[in-house]
Nanobody, 122 residues
């Protein structure tokens, strides 16, 4: 499975972006999906995840109520709507796919996209 993240860019503080993660070479139907981010000089951190059946979603505390993860298996894609963006949301965002029970830990994911940069200007 190859993952392609897109939708990043330069956005003003308070604005919104919608990140997409499109898959090719396989179906995402049986995969839990996650988003991680890495800001300059910092380690990669978990942001959001959605279970394989969309029955469960998970968010890091700092983005709860601000980000919404969703999936469309017909389109073989996952999305994250990011609202009310702040400068601390600036980072490279990576999507990942995995079949492990835990989908909030990066080590459990098998496939990774290349990342898309979100820059929030104040």
């Amino acid at each position: 499975v190859q993952l392609q993240a897109s939708g990043g860019g330069l956005v003003q503080a308070g604005g919104s972006v919608r990140l997409s993660c499109a898959a090719s070479g396989g179906t995402l139907r049986n995969y839990g999906m996650g988003w991680f981010r890495q800001a300059p000089g910092k380690g990669r951190e978990f942001v959001a995840a959605i279970s394989w059946d969309a029955g469960s979603t998970y968010y890091t505390d700092s983005v709860k109520g601000q980000y919404t993860i969703s999936r469309d298996d017909a389109k073989n894609a996952v999305f994250t709507q990011m609202n009310s963006l702040k400068s601390e949301d600036s980072a490279v965002y990576y999507c990942a796919a995995g079949r492990a029970a835990s989908i909030t830990i990066d080590k459990t994911f098998s496939y990774w996209g290349q990342g898309t940069l979100v820059t929030v200007s104040s």
